[in-house]
C-alpha cells in the first residue's frame, strides 16, 4: 500500500508536468496540495526517478487505470487518469457535476472511446476480462416502461454466461430469482419494472449485477434518488461484497456519507485530484481543490468530517 | 441447438397464454368488432363488387353474405392466395415491429421504406436496358433491396458524422430518396421500351394482382423473421432495453442491429407490392403499438403484435377482394388503426378504461380512509358518545360537503356508521375496527417517517396521507416489527405530533 502510494505521488508530478496550463481547469493553486496530504510520501518521491509508465503499476490489480485521456468532440472530459484500485475495497469516486465521473467507467467499460491510455482488469485488457467485471449504468439510461419483468432485468446478468442464441433456462433463472432476494425484491420478481419505485429500480439493476458473481464491480450512482431503506440495503451488499473480497467503484453524489460508506475515495474532477485512503484523502483542502468555490458543498463537507472523525476515533 | 428455440417456443407461448389471462375474452370480443367495423367501413364506402360495372355507378350495393362467406372463408383460390400472403406479411411485419419499436427506431422503417423507390425504378431500367422484361420481381426487390440499405446507412452516416439528430437525418433521408425515386419513374415514362405501368403499384401496393410465388416469397420472408426473432430473443430484448449494459457485456451491437435491420428490410421490401412503400411503416408500428396495451412481457407483446398484424392482413385484404376500389394496402393499415384504438380504450394493462377504473377505485379508497381516519380521531380526541357533527368533518380536512356526503352515505351502507343523535354520525363496532386498521397503518408510517427519515413531524400528516394508501401490507408488518414492541402491537400507537 504504502509502494503504491509513493509511486501515485510520482505519477502525479509527471501527469502534472504534462498537462496543459492549469488554469483551463480552474485549479491553479492546487497543484502542489495535492500531495499535502501524503506528506511522508512527498519527500521520498520527489527524489525517485522517473519509471517508465506499465512497470510502475501491479499487475495483479483489480483496475489498473494507465494515464487515460477521454475526450468528447475534441474537447477533453477526463485528462491523464493514472490509478490502482485496491483489492477488495469499496472505493467512491467523488467530484462535482461534469467531472467525468461516468465517463471514467464508461472508458474503462469501452463504452466510450479512450484518446489514450490503457485499461487492465486483474493485469488483462478489459475485453479479455468481461466476466469479472459487473456493471451498475445510471438508472436514468433506460426506458423503465420497456415490457419486461423485474425476474427478467436480473435474469439479463446471466446472458453473457449463457452464451449466444441459447434460451434462459430454469438455473439461470433460480440464480436471478436469488440474486433478487438478496436484494430484498423477491416479492416483485414478477412485477413489470414501471411499477417499482425508483429505490425498488436501482436495487432490480444492483441484483442484474450481483448475478454476474464478478470480482470488481462499477457502479453508476447507485444512491441517486432512492429512498433510505434502499440506501441502507444497497451499502449493507456493497460491505458484503466487500467482505467476500470483490472491489466496488461507486460514483457516489453526498459528501455527507462518503466517509462512513467507503474505505477509499477518488476525488475527480477532470483529472484525479486525489485518491487513497477516505480519511488521508477526504480533507477540506483536497474537497476545495475538487469542487472550487462552491460553498454549500463545502458545508456539507464540512459535516462529512466532522462526522468521519468522530466515526473513526 | 434445435432444441433451443423450440423450447423458448414453447416457453413464451406458455407465458403468453398466462399473461393474456383474464384478457382472453376481451381479445375474441376485438376481433369480433373489428369484423364489424371492416364491414361497416366497406358499406359506407360505397363498395361495389364485382368488376362489370361501369365506373360511373356510385349505387351502393353491399356484397351479398354468400360474397362475405366466401371470402372470409377463403373458399376461393385467388383470394385464398391474398389472404393468407398478407396475413403472413401482417404477422412478420408485427413480430420485427415490436423491437424496431422497442429499440426506438420506428421511423427508421419509414426512411427504409421510402428509400426503396429510385431501387426499384433503377433495377427496371437496368433490367430493360439488358432486355430483360424490366418486371421481374426478384430484380426488382433486389433493387428496393440494395438502396434500402443505403438509405439506413446515409441516416447512420449523417447521425455520426454530423451532429445532427437522427430525425433530422431520417427526414432527409427519407424524402431524397423518395425524391430521387418519383424522378426516375418520371425518366421512365418517357423511356420507348415497353410499360413501366404497374411501377407505382410499389407506392401504394397492389395486394389484389399478388401472385401465388409472391406468397411464397412472403410466407419465406415471415418464417425467417418469426424464427429470426425467437433465435435472437434473449439478445435482442436486451440490446433494445439498455444498450450499455449489453455492450458492456461483450454484445456486439452493430451485429445485432445489423441483424435486426436486415430483418426489417426484407419484411418492408417484401411487403411493398402488397401495402405499399407509404404505408408499410404502419404495419410496422401500429400492431406493436396496440399490443403493448395488452401486456407488460415481451413475449406476449410479440405474439399480440403478430396477431393483430395477422388479423389486420386478413380483414384488409377480404374487405378489399369484396369491395374492389378499395386498395387493400390502406384497409389493412385502417384496421390495424383500429385495433390500435380499442386497444387503446379497453387494453387490460394500459388502456384507458382499465386506467381511469383503477383512479376511480383508488380515490374511492382513499376517501373511504379519509372519512374512518376523521371519525376515529375525533372520537378519540372525546367527541361525545353522540356523534361526530358534519361540520366538524369538514373542518378536519379539505373536502368539499358533497364529497363528505358521498362518503358518508357510502360508509353508512357498508355498515362502517349509524346516525346518532341530530344529524351526527357514530362508528359501528366493525367500522371502529376497520377505522383503527386505518388509523394505525397511518401512525406506523409517520413513525416511520419520522424516525427514520430526518422529516420534522409537523411535515409527515401530509405525505404519508398519500403514502399510506400505497403501502402494502407487507410493508406494515415490516414496520410493526420495527417499531412497535410485541406487546403493544394491537394497539394504535400515539400520533407523533398533535391532532
Redesign the interface.
Known amino acids: 500500500m504504502h509502494r503504491s502510494l509513493k509511486e501515485e505521488a510520482s505519477r502525479d508530478a509527471r501527469s502534472h508536468e504534462r498537462a496543459e496550463p492549469s488554469s483551463e481547469f480552474g485549479v491553479a493553486s492546487s497543484r502542489v496540495d495535492v500531495r499535502g496530504t501524503q506528506t511522508t510520501v512527498t519527500a521520498a518521491s520527489a527524489a525517485s526517478p522517473r519509471i517508465a509508465s506499465g512497470e510502475e503499476h501491479p499487475s495483479n490489480s483489480p483496475l489498473s487505470i494507465h494515464d487515460m485521456t477521454v475526450a468528447y468532440?475534441r474537447k477533453p472530459v477526463l485528462w491523464d487518469v493514472d490509478f490502482d484500485a485496491p483489492e477488495g475495497r469499496l472505493i467512491g469516486i467523488v467530484g462535482p457535476n461534469g467531472a467525468g465521473k461516468s465517463t471514467l467507467l464508461?472508458a474503462v467499460?469501452?463504452?466510450v472511446p479512450k484518446a489514450s491510455g490503457r485499461v487492465t482488469i486483474y493485469g488483462a485488457p478489459y475485453?479479455r476480462q468481461?466476466r469479472l467485471?459487473g456493471?451498475v449504468?445510471q438508472r436514468e439510461?433506460?426506458?423503465w416502461d420497456?415490457?419486461?419483468?423485474a425476474l427478467?432485468?436480473v435474469a439479463?446478468g446471466t446472458?453473457?454466461r449463457?452464451g449466444?442464441?441459447?434460451?434462459?433456462t430454469r438455473k439461470y433463472r433460480d440464480a436471478a430469482l436469488a440474486a433478487l432476494s438478496r436484494v430484498g425484491m423477491a416479492?416483485y420478481a414478477d412485477r413489470?419494472i414501471?411499477q417499482l419505485s425508483g429505490g425498488q429500480q436501482q436495487r432490480v439493476f444492483l441484483a442484474?449485477a450481483l448475478v454476474q458473481d464478478a470480482k470488481v464491480y462499477l457502479m453508476d450512482e447507485p444512491f441517486a434518488g432512492v429512498?433510505?431503506?434502499t440506501e441502507k440495503a444497497i451499502v449493507r451488499i456493497l460491505h458484503d461484497l466487500r467482505d467476500a473480497g470483490r472491489t466496488v467503484l461507486a460514483v457516489h453524489h453526498d459528501l455527507q456519507t462518503v466517509p462512513e460508506y467507503f474505505d477509499h475515495v477518488m476525488l475527480l474532477n477532470m483529472r484525479i485530484v486525489a485518491s487513497g485512503p477516505t480519511r488521508d484523502v477526504f480533507t477540506r483542502e483536497n474537497l476545495q481543490k475538487t469542487y472550487g468555490g462552491r460553498l454549500t458543498l463545502l458545508e456539507q463537507a464540512a459535516h462529512a468530517m466532522a462526522r468521519g472523525i468522530a466515526n473513526s476515533e | 441447438?434445435s432444441a433451443?428455440?423450440g423450447?423458448?417456443e414453447s416457453?413464451i407461448g406458455a407465458a403468453c397464454w398466462r399473461g393474456l389471462g383474464c384478457g382472453r375474452t376481451r381479445v375474441v370480443g376485438l376481433l369480433g368488432a373489428l369484423v364489424i367495423v371492416c364491414a361497416s367501413t366497406s358499406a359506407a364506402a360505397q363498395a361495389s363488387f364485382g368488376r362489370s360495372k361501369s365506373l360511373a355507378d356510385t349505387r351502393l350495393e353491399l356484397p351479398s353474405a354468400a360474397q362475405v362467406a366466401d371470402v372470409l372463408l377463403l373458399r376461393e383460390y385467388n383470394t385464398r392466395v391474398v389472404v393468407i400472403g398478407t396475413m403472413l406479411l401482417g404477422l412478420g411485419a408485427g413480430v420485427i415491429g415490436t423491437f424496431l419499436l422497442?429499440r426506438?427506431r420506428a421511423l427508421m422503417g419509414d426512411a427504409l421504406s421510402h428509400a426503396t423507390l429510385p431501387g426499384i425504378a433503377l433495377a427496371f431500367i437496368v433490367m430493360t436496358r439488358f432486355g430483360g422484361s424490366g418486371k421481374s420481381l426478384p430484380g426488382l426487390l433486389l433493387g428496393a433491396t440494395i438502396f434500402g440499405g443505403i438509405g439506413v446507412a446515409c441516416v447512420l452516416l449523417i447521425r455520426g458524422a454530423t451532429?445532427l439528430k437522427e430525425d433530422t437525418a431520417l427526414g432527409i433521408v427519407l424524402s431524397v430518396f423518395f425524391g430521387l425515386g418519383v424522378s426516375l419513374l418520371g425518366v421512365i415514362q418517357k423511356m420507348d421500351t415497353g410499360s413501366a405501368a404497374g411501377l407505382e403499384s410499389f407506392i401504394y401496393g397492389k395486394t389484389a394482382s399478388m401472385l401465388v410465388s409472391d406468397a411464397k416469397l412472403i410466407a419465406g420472408a415471415a418464417a425467417l423473421t418469426v424464427v429470426g426473432c425467437v433465435?435472437?430473443?434473449?439478445?435482442f430484448?436486451?440490446l433494445?432495453?439498455?444498450e450499455?449494459?449489453a455492450?458492456?457485456?461483450?454484445?456486439p451491437r452493430l451485429l445485432l442491429d445489423g441483424v435486426m435491420m436486415a430483418m426489417v428490410v426484407m419484411i418492408t421490401v417484401i411487403g411493398l407490392g402488397a401495402v405499399g412503400l407509404i404505408l408499410m411503416i404502419a404495419l410496422l408500428v401500429i400492431p406493436p403499438a396496440a399490443a403493448?396495451f395488452w401486456?407488460?412481457?415481451?413475449g406476449p407483446?410479440v405474439l399480440i403484435a403478430g396477431g393483430i398484424g395477422a388479423v389486420s392482413g386478413w380483414v384488409g385484404a377480404s374487405v378489399s377482394a369484396l369491395a374492389a376500389r378499395l386498395p387493400a394496402g390502406a384497409i389493412i393499415v385502417l384496421t390495424a388503426a383500429s385495433a390500435f384504438v380499442l386497444s387503446m380504450i379497453f387494453g387490460v394493462r394500459r388502456g384507458v378504461l382499465v386506467r381511469a377504473v383503477e383512479q376511480w377505485r383508488l380515490r374511492r379508497s382513499v376517501a373511504r380512509q379519509h372519512l374512518l381516519r376523521a371519525m376515529y380521531e375525533a372520537e378519540e380526541s372525546g367527541a361525545a358518545a353522540a356523534g361526530v357533527g358534519e361540520g366538524a368533518l369538514l373542518r378536519a380536512r379539505t373536502w368539499s360537503r358533497r364529497a363528505l356526503r358521498g362518503g358518508l352515505r357510502r360508509a353508512r351502507s357498508a355498515g362502517e356508521i349509524e346516525p346518532g343523535d341530530a344529524g351526527r354520525w357514530r362508528l359501528t363496532e366493525a367500522g371502529r375496527a376497520a377505522a383503527a386498521r386505518v388509523v394505525r397503518n397511518h401512525r406506523l408510517w409517520e413513525l416511520y417517517l419520522v424516525t427514520?427519515?430526518d422529516i420534522a413531524p409537523s411535515h409527515v400528516d401530509r405525505d404519508a396521507d398519500e403514502l399510506e394508501h400505497v403501502l402494502g401490507a407487507?410493508m406494515v408488518e415490516e414496520l410493526e416489527l420495527l417499531l412497535v414492541r410485541d406487546e403493544s402491537r394491537a394497539v394504535v400507537p400515539a400520533s407523533p405530533h398533535a391532532l
Open positions: 468532440h464508461k467499460l469501452e463504452l475485453r468481461r467485471v456493471y449504468p439510461s433506460v426506458d420497456f415490457p419486461v419483468s427478467d432485468v439479463m446472458y453473457a449463457i449466444w442464441l441459447r434460451p434462459v416479492d413489470q414501471s442484474r429512498d433510505a431503506a | 441447438m433451443g428455440p423450447g423458448r416457453v422497442l426506438k451532429r433465435v435472437f430473443y434473449k439478445e430484448s436486451l433494445c432495453f439498455d450499455s449494459f455492450r458492456s457485456q461483450g454484445w403493448r401486456s407488460h412481457r415481451l407483446t427514520h427519515a407487507a
